[in-house]
């Protein structure tokens, strides 16, 4: 890949820019950056990591191996349009629009391209991204394994049938939130039982983070983990037995099943509105 067009400079396309440059596999030249009309937000990125940004469609596109759409999943629409006489059968469309399907976009685009779907989470901003990746049949394995490698710079990535993408959405999309929710309801209970707010968090973060390498280092599964955790009448089984009293793991299974159901409500809206969008244009 030698260049590389970014429409849409929010945080996961800021975090994208950072992987490219800090692990080398573009510099930040190559990387052409565009957006509405922020042109502030353009020069900070220009200044932090050296990318080229414009407003001309013809010096975006021209010579460029792949395109990342990263504007809003309700602008998608709009600048499909605006950019689509730009599409050469050349280039690789990669797509971070949550909810936007890949017969979406080709039908914005007008004809069949190229394109692979992403599905990274906040986390890219720290280089801890669990991302899914979905392509149609005319991308090929190199492309596949290039765009890998950028989404690899962000955190974790891994290829899935498109079908799939709803269900990430609902599990590791918006899986930092859960974790975050948690983590605020340990943080009341702390203050609840006498913990000052400082060394509850550092003990809750390290918790964690402990908690996540054993998942990560240990071959057994969580379910053992929480077991060897769990002695017979010790704290743990009273803690546990309380949340299980609550329902509190079929109410994690329902939050997720309800936003895999949401990530599929809202890509069914947005294909309507594309497909409204495109009779009338």
Do not use: W
């Not at 010096?59 to 950019?83: H, Y």
């Not at 973060?205 to 060897?228: C, D, F």
């Amino acid at each position: 890949m030698k260049k590389l067009a970014m429409i849409g400079a929010g945080s996961i396309a800021e975090a994208l820019i950072a992987g490219l440059v800090e692990n080398q596999l573009l510099p930040g030249g190559n990387i052409y950056v565009t957006n509405r009309h922020d042109k502030n937000r353009l020069e900070q990125l220009y200044n932090q990591y050296g990318v080229t940004t414009t407003y001309n469609l013809t010096e975006l596109f021209s010579n460029a191996d792949v395109v990342i759409l990263a504007m809003k999943p309700k602008d998608a629409a709009t600048a499909l349009q605006n950019i689509k006489e730009h599409l050469t059968k050349d280039i690789l469309i990669v797509s971070v629009l949550a909810g936007v399907s890949i017969k979406s976009i080709e039908t914005l685009a007008g004809k069949r391209h190229s394109i692979i779907r992403a599905m990274p989470n906040t986390s890219a901003a720290i280089g801890k991204s669990a991302t899914a990746l979905a392509a149609n049949d005319k991308v090929s394995e190199i492309q596949k394994n290039e765009i890998k490698k950028i989404f690899e710079t962000v955190g974790l990535a891994t290829f899935v049938e498109e079908y799939q993408l709803d269900a990430v959405t609902g599990l590791s999309g918006s899986g930092p939130a859960y974790i975050y929710y948690l983590v605020e309801a340990m943080e009341k209970s702390a203050m609840e039982i006498g913990l000052e707010q400082k060394t509850a968090k550092e003990l809750i973060i390290q918790t964690l983070l402990g908690a996540a390498e054993m998942l990560t280092k240990s071959p057994k599964p969580p379910q053992q983990l929480r077991r060897e955790v769990t002695s017979p009448g010790g704290t743990t089984e009273a803690g546990i037995r309380i949340l299980d009293a609550h329902g509190v793991q079929r109410a994690v299974i329902s939050c997720i099943k309800e936003a895999t159901a949401q990530s599929k409500r809202l890509g069914s809206m947005l294909s309507t509105e594309i497909n409204k969008s495109k009779q009338l244009s």
